[in-house]
T-cell receptor
Framework: GAVVSQHPSWVICKSGTSVKIECRSLDFQATTMFWYRQFPKQSLMLMATSNEGSKATYEQGVEKDKFLINHASLTLSTLTVTSAHPEDSSFYIC???????????????FGQGTRLTVV | DAKTTQPNSMESNEEEPVHLPCNHSTISGTDYIHWYRQLPSQGPEYVIHGLTSNVNNRMASLAIAEDRKSSTLILHRATLRDAAVYYCILRGPTAGGTSYGKLTFGQGTILTVHP
């Protein structure tokens, strides 16, 4: 099946620094990717929708200047957490859908997630 | 998106069948029923989906009620590797295409499998 690769799997950074997380669709083109955040013992919360070649769409309450999303190619989206603070520590997960399959009930594929710890 | 309701947790013994219920009384006629599961410290993975008819694949079966207001994910023989959070999600048609693939996760059901 289709694979979405997320890198890094985990990262520890100092407060005030920026961290970039990559999400790649390895064997299909994804014009749209999604970024989720998951706090311990909670469900996934959608942060933003990343569209290739255009600006990302952010969910209500998500700061677009803090969580920079770039979707420069059909196989790569990046999420940069700028000026990270301890409260940004979370599990970040991306997902993508193979538009090539062309039907609305197509399954979504998820990356393995990135555990961010800000100290 | 229409809402789903799942039990917070369920337990099973290894090699026994598991029936995970999901209620979706406000489902619309064009909503697909999707199931994903999330193993500890991993991203979710697709399990199965359906519209009206029951569905089977190598991982599980999906039984959909005739009125489509509920569904049941069936794991025929639970293994320790099936211990995960199971999410039942409704996906409707997406206008404009920009939210194609967008999933709204509820709290899911935590499945514990005992040896």
């Amino acid at each position: 099946g289709a694979v979405v690769s997320q890198h890094p799997s985990w990262v520890i950074c100092k407060s005030g620094t920026s961290v970039k997380i990559e999400c790649r669709s390895l064997d299909f083109q994804a014009t749209t990717m999604f970024w989720y955040r998951q706090f311990p013992k909670q469900s996934l919360m959608l942060m933003a929708t990343s569209n290739e070649g255009s600006k990302a769409t952010y969910e209500q309450g998500v700061e677009k200047d803090k969580f920079l999303i770039n979707h420069a190619s059909l196989t790569l989206s990046t999420l940069t957490v700028t000026s990270a603070h301890p409260e940004d520590s979370s599990f970040y997960i991306c997902s993508a859908v193979d538009r090539g399959q062309g039907v609305r009930d197509t399954e979504a594929f998820f990356g393995q997630g990135t555990r961010l710890t800000v100290v | 998106d229409a809402k789903t309701t799942q039990p917070n947790s369920m337990e099973s013994n290894e090699e026994e069948p598991v029936h995970l219920p999901c209620n979706h009384s406000t489902i619309s006629g064009t909503d697909y029923i999707h199931w994903y599961r999330q193993l500890p410290s991993q991203g979710p993975e697709y399990v199965i989906h359906g519209l009206t008819s029951n569905v089977n694949n190598r991982m599980a079966s999906l039984a959909i009620a005739e009125d489509r207001k509920s569904s049941t994910l069936i794991l025929h023989r639970a293994t320790l590797r099936d211990a995960a959070v199971y999410y039942c999600i409704l996906r409707g048609p997406t206008a404009g295409g920009t939210s194609y693939g967008k999933l709204t996760f509820g709290q899911g059901t935590i499945l514990t499998v005992h040896p």
